[in-house]
């Protein structure tokens, strides 16, 4: 292990390091305690310059009920829900597929398309901008729940693609000649054979691509216009020009809209770092 | 009896199967991603306000960046954001080694390090916009605390684009914590024995035996921080929307400026497209060193966006 274990140092070092690392992650999260403990206070605490201070009077509740009350917030969140779900699975589904044709038949040109699709996960928004704009009001998708969802799907299908296939290569390939043998299908063997085994991997990678839809702003902002199809990034920033100098509103707005992706992570962490990490201790 | 198709299909479906199981995918793609890249950068080469007609202009918006102030602010701006978020991986790293430790409650804390990665980067903005608040921001009262005069790093040109970059490192180091949290627990111990077994400590372990262990960890945290750092754009969109006059501007932004408030599309065509060579570099970097692994040992690397 590296670096030592610090139970083998001497005691002085292990409080020493203990009170550090408390120190480290009060220093880290100071951010986002100020937003937190902004988003409690009342506006008269703000415009009075009492940023700092405990609050004078604390307004939990009138500052959540707030920003759900005075604003569509309850709206954006719905939308942003709308936006990402179907966007996960579709790309799930997608790259599940693509995943597996890559992964585990030989064919020319394999190499090729891997590295379209890898290649689409890295390109920058702008590049696709005026094009997918025009063809989301060319077939009237645009201002819709659709534009953003045919495009999240299309988008995440890249990176999906990418870690899929590197997944499916890992299993072994006997179960899929054993199959083959007793003249299952192709198709078959997709559905009852491998994606049984894929659990592990569509639950990292669905978290993973959850908090990507989700916390997307570009494409929220280019896409749609209205607020009834507004995520919530993009919705949180209007607001921002509502409510400009109350920061504990925009504050309380904050929260709310990291709360969904915070939520999984949390639930989630095993999968979500496994996904993200996948395949890097390696090579 | 089987019809003619139905036993050719038996015999031969290895074969026409993994077309199938691409064809959804692929053609999403083709659609969406690659006929919109060839799309700009024909465009590019047009006049176009997004509704007439377009007029051919050859290398006309190339031409005229050359000339625009605003894009060679952009590409500073781009320059400083790509060397300072190959910061982060260091930083990371050194997280990383310094939690790296099995003590009570640090799997907690190792997940309130992962926290900024996880939330949108609208959050992350509005974070550091209320941080970076002139009159009463925590930096500012810190800065009065240390008898220091207040300064409003968000209207200041010469601030600017580093203060959002400090915004954009937090998430960016977080992300390299935990790739390097994975690295480190996937180390040789037996190298590492063998190491300390030869007085090897410190800064040499470190540097001889420790890094080039980490070598697909280092390669993937800096080429998701390089990516990062050229698409930086939601956090300039929140924090000045490219202000005060286009200081803290990157090309993602320009373009978008460009693009939706100048409507001038085949402009900011021209900048998407400068954009995208710059970024061809590290994706070819990129994949001919999976190539390379695919031939030879299995060497992989996931990346996000």
Redesign the interface.
């Known amino acids: 292990?590296?670096?030592r274990?610090?139970?083998k140092r001497a005691v002085p070092f292990q409080v020493s390091?203990?009170v550090?690392?408390v120190l480290?992650?009060v220093l880290?999260?100071?951010?986002?305690l100020?937003?937190a403990m902004?988003s409690i206070r009342s506006l008269e605490d703000i415009t009075t310059?009492n940023?700092?201070g405990l609050p004078r009077d604390w307004s939990v509740i009138d500052n959540y009920l707030a920003i759900f009350t005075a604003s569509k917030i309850g709206r954006y969140l719905l939308n942003s829900l709308i936006v990402t779900i179907p966007a996960v699975a579709g790309s799930l589904a997608?790259?599940t597929?693509?995943g597996?044709?890559?992964a585990k038949?030989r064919?020319r040109g394999n190499?090729f398309?891997f590295?379209?699709?890898?290649?689409?996960?890295?390109?920058?928004?702008?590049?696709?901008?005026?094009?997918?704009r025009d063809?989301a009001i060319g077939t009237n998708v645009y201002n819709t729940f659709w534009a953003l969802i045919?495009?999240h799907?299309?988008?995440q299908?890249?990176?999906s693609?990418?870690?899929m296939r590197?997944f499916i290569?890992d299993l072994p390939d006997e179960i899929m000649e054993s199959a083959?043998v007793d003249g299952v299908?192709?198709?078959k063997i997709?559905v009852y054979l491998i994606i049984p085994l894929l659990r592990p991997a569509l639950a990292a990678l669905g978290v993973?691509i959850f908090?990507?839809v989700?916390?997307d702003?570009?494409w929220a902002?280019?896409l749609v216009q209205d607020d009834a199809y507004r995520p919530?990034?993009a919705g949180?920033?209007s607001l921002?020009g509502q409510w400009i100098a109350s920061?504990n509103l925009?504050?309380a707005g904050?929260i709310v809209?990291?709360l969904p992706?915070?939520i999984?992570?949390?639930v989630m962490?095993k999968q979500f770092?496994a996904?993200?990490?996948?395949?890097?201790?390696?090579? | 009896m089987m019809s003619k198709w139905a036993l050719y299909w038996k015999h031969n479906?290895?074969?026409w199967?993994?077309?199938v199981?691409?064809a959804?995918?692929?053609l999403?793609?083709l659609?969406?991603?690659?006929?919109?890249?060839v799309?700009?950068?024909r465009?590019s080469f047009f006049k176009w306000d997004?509704l007439g007609e377009k007029n051919w202009v050859g290398g006309g918006n190339y031409v005229e960046l050359l000339s625009d102030h605003r894009f060679w602010l952009s590409v500073r701006n781009t320059f400083y954001w790509t060397v300072f978020f190959l910061i982060a991986p260091v930083v990371g790293l050194l997280?990383a080694?310094?939690?790296?430790?099995?003590?009570r409650g640090?799997r907690f804390?190792k997940?309130?390090?992962?926290?900024?990665f996880?939330?949108?980067?609208?959050?992350v903005g509005?974070?550091?916009a209320?941080?970076y608040?002139p009159?009463?921001?925590?930096l500012n009262?810190v800065l009065k605390f240390l008898g220091m005069s207040p300064i409003a790093i968000l209207s200041n040109e010469n601030w600017v684009t580093f203060g959002i970059i400090a915004a954009g490192m937090?998430p960016q180091v977080a992300?390299c914590l935990?790739?390097y949290l994975?690295?480190?627990?996937?180390?040789s111990?037996t190298l590492?024995e063998a190491a300390r077994l030869d007085r090897a400590k410190g800064w040499k372990?470190?540097w001889y035996?420790?890094i080039p262990q980490l070598?697909?960890?280092t390669f993937?945290a800096v080429v998701i921080s390089v990516?990062g750092a050229?698409?930086s754009?939601?956090l300039i969109?929140?924090m000045t929307g490219g202000g005060p006059y286009d200081s803290s501007s990157v090309?993602?932004y320009f373009?978008?400026d460009q693009?939706?408030f100048s409507y001038r599309?085949g402009y900011?065509?021209a900048?998407?497209?400068v954009?995208?060579v710059l970024?061809d570099i590290?994706?070819v970097y990129?994949?001919i060193r999976?190539?390379r692994?695919?031939r030879g040992?299995?060497?992989?690397?996931?990346?996000?966006?």
Request: glycine share 6%.
């Open positions: 292990m590296f670096p274990p610090i139970e390091y203990r550090l690392v480290a992650l880290w999260m100071l951010p986002l100020a937003i902004t310059g940023y700092w997608l790259a597929m693509a597996f044709a890559l038949y064919f190499f398309i590295a379209m699709f890898i290649a689409g996960n890295f390109i920058p928004y702008q590049i696709l901008l005026i094009p997918v063809l045919l495009f799907t299309c988008f299908t890249g990176f693609i990418f870690f590197n290569a083959r299908g192709e198709w997709f993973l908090t990507f989700w916390n702003y570009f902002l280019v919530i990034t949180l920033s921002r920061w925009i504050a904050s809209a990291a992706p915070v999984m992570f949390f962490q770092i996904g993200l990490t996948m395949g890097t201790t390696k090579g | 479906q290895q074969k199967m993994p077309f199981f691409l959804p995918a692929t999403f793609f659609v969406l991603i690659v006929y919109p890249i799309e700009s950068l465009l997004g997280l080694i310094f939690l790296n430790q099995k003590i640090i804390v997940s309130m390090f992962f926290f900024p996880v939330i949108s980067q609208v959050v509005l974070v550091f209320w941080f608040e009159h009463n921001g925590l009262e937090w992300y935990i790739i994975t690295g480190l627990s996937g180390l111990p590492i372990m470190l035996i420790i070598r697909s960890a993937v990516i050229l698409r754009f939601d969109s929140i090309l993602a373009m978008y693009t939706m599309m900011g065509a900048i998407a497209s954009l995208f970024m590290y994706i990129f994949l999976l190539w692994g695919e040992t299995s060497d992989r690397s996931i990346l996000g966006n």
